[in-house]
């Protein structure tokens, strides 16, 4: 990759008439106007950076994304970031908020919200950090489903006692509820306490058993583990067997579901 020599300017932030001028993290000089700073950020130019006419300011941030960022201090049409690859809208939107670029910060939020299912965990920490509590709770769930050393490699120190108690939720729904069936000397017993008439319970149920048995990530995919692809296990009966069992299928599900609801939202934990 070419590092930018000190010399090397913006050409979208070289006004002519700039009253500040900052230095990126990789040397590329950005001359801006004041007052579009004070206009539309909170935090910008940072308290312990002194900005003094005619001195370079250096920042923390690389020219990529200051090139995006102080575009949304100007009267144009600023950056749709809908084609924005992820290594390149993590860094701005980090930067939007600690600088407090308010439009900024409003699209980038956005748009990271579209990428949870790729990068779960660094949107969770980023809306943790920036406090879009209903964003951490979104996100959560989907962190279900990845290895649990790898999601708390990730966590920021402060969040991991809160996953830790957020899983627990989920691990006693799926131990105590989801794992639940009746058996008894082999037979298979349906909730209500009765025998299977097609004695095929107890083969519709070891399915899902172990569909469910993997983990706890299993229950956000119940339409897999209770899908209707469940075989016939009774000749005998044929397809009645399912019929005898369907609606006790249908409330093990519906079991699982009310509980999963129960689960304290993860914002709940910070
Ligand atoms: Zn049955």
Redesign the pocket.
């Known amino acids: 990759m070419d590092v930018p020599d000190s010399t090397t300017v913006s050409p979208k932030f070289n006004f002519t008439d700039a009253d500040v001028t900052f230095k990126s993290a990789d040397g590329v000089l950005f001359h801006v106007h004041r007052k579009n700073l004070e206009v539309c950020t909170e935090g910008f130019p940072p308290a312990e950076i002194s900005v003094t006419a005619g001195e370079i300011s250096d920042l923390l941030e690389t020219a990529e994304t200051l090139e995006l960022l102080f575009q949304f201090m100007y009267p144009e049409r600023h950056p749709a970031l809908d084609t924005t690859p992820f290594e390149i809208l993590h860094p701005l939107a980090e930067a939007a908020e600690k600088y407090q670029v308010f439009p900024a910060m409003n699209i980038c939020h956005i748009r990271l919200r579209d990428m949870v299912h790729e990068h779960p965990v660094e949107v969770a920490v980023y809306a943790a950090k920036h406090d879009y509590p209903y964003l951490v709770s979104q996100v959560a769930p989907m962190m279900l489903s990845m290895p649990p050393v790898d999601v708390i490699g990730m966590l920021p120190g402060y969040l991991v006692l809160p996953w830790i108690r957020y899983v627990q939720e989920w691990t006693q729904v799926h131990q105590t509820v989801a794992l639940k069936f009746r058996h008894q000397n082999g037979t ?1 017993y ?1 909730f209500n306490g009765q025998p ?6 107890l083969g ?1 149920s070891f399915t899902c058993i172990e569909r469910l048995a993997p983990g706890v990530h299993t229950l956000q995919s119940l339409d897999d583990v209770f899908h209707n692809d469940i075989p016939v296990y009774n000749s005998q009966y044929g397809r009645q ?1 399912y019929e ?2 369907r609606a ?1 299928l249908q409330a093990w599900r519906k079991r699982i579901e009310d509980a999963i609801a129960e689960i304290p939202k993860f914002h709940t934990f910070l």
């Open positions: 298979a349906h299977c008439n097609a004695n095929s319970w519709y067997s005898c069992c006790d």
